[in-house]
Each structure stands twice: as structure tokens, then as C-alpha cells.
Nanobody, 126 residues
Framework: VQLQASGGGLVQAGGSLRLSCAAS????????MGWFRQAPGKEREFVAA????????YYTNSVKDRFAISRDNAKNAVYLQMNSLKPEDTAVYYC????????????????????WGQGTQVTVSS
């Protein structure tokens, strides 16, 4: 399984970015997907997750009402729309594929995700 994240960049505070993650190698549509991020000197943390059928989403509190996760199973892709960006959103963002197919549970722990993309840098200037 390969996950390729893209769309990161440098943006001013209050701006927007849309991250994309392209998947290949297994039945993408069977698995929940998540976005995580890791800031310098910090552990990787959960950002958002979406169920295999896009019915359910879940966000960490700090990004609620600013970020939106979505997916297009026909294109084997998951997205993270990030609005009203803040300097504290600066991090490397990773997409990841859940371990369990067709699960209705949205997980936030790193070890519940089996495959990871390479990460894309998001830098928000003040």
C-alpha cells in the first residue's frame, strides 16, 4: 500500500490549504482514513478521521470548525481542507489508513493505522 500526501506549503495566518492523499495498492474504499501531524519537537498527533463510507468524521478539538476531511473513493483519495490557519498548525501532515476494514469506529491512536504517507509540510506564518 502506498499513500502519497501533497498540498502543503507556506501560508499566512488566516489562510487556507487543501491537502490531498492518493492511495494505491489495496481496496481503499474499505478503510477509514486519518490525518495526523507532527510539529518540531512534538509527538505525532491525531487531526481528523473519516469512515470508509464517508458517513462519519471526527476531529481533534483544536481544528474543529476550521478543518474538513473528505474522501473520494472513486479516485482513491482523501482530502483535508484547512481554513483559518494558525501558526500553531505548523507541522508535517501525514495521511494514514486504518487497520480494520469496514469499521464504523474512528480511531485517533497512531498504532490503529497501518499504512502511512510520507508527509507534507505545512508552515503558517504570523
Amino acid at each position: 500500500v502506498q499513500l502519497q500526501a501533497s498540498g502543503g506549503g507556506l501560508v499566512q495566518a488566516g489562510g487556507s490549504l487543501r491537502l490531498s492523499c492518493a492511495a494505491s495498492g489495496r481496496s481503499f474504499s474499505r478503510y477509514a482514513m486519518g490525518w495526523f501531524r507532527q510539529a518540531p519537537g512534538k509527538e505525532r498527533e491525531f487531526v481528523a478521521a473519516i469512515s470508509w463510507n464517508a458517513v462519519s468524521t471526527y476531529y481533534t478539538n483544536s481544528v474543529k470548525d476550521r478543518f474538513a476531511i473528505s474522501r473520494d473513493n472513486a479516485k482513491n483519495a482523501v482530502y483535508l481542507q484547512m481554513n483559518s490557519l494558525k501558526p500553531e498548525d505548523t507541522a508535517v501532515y501525514y495521511c494514514a489508513s486504518d487497520r480494520f476494514g469496514y469499521s464504523s469506529n474512528l480511531r485517533t491512536a497512531n498504532d490503529m493505522y497501518e499504512y502511512w504517507g510520507q508527509g507534507t509540510q505545512v508552515t503558517v506564518s504570523s
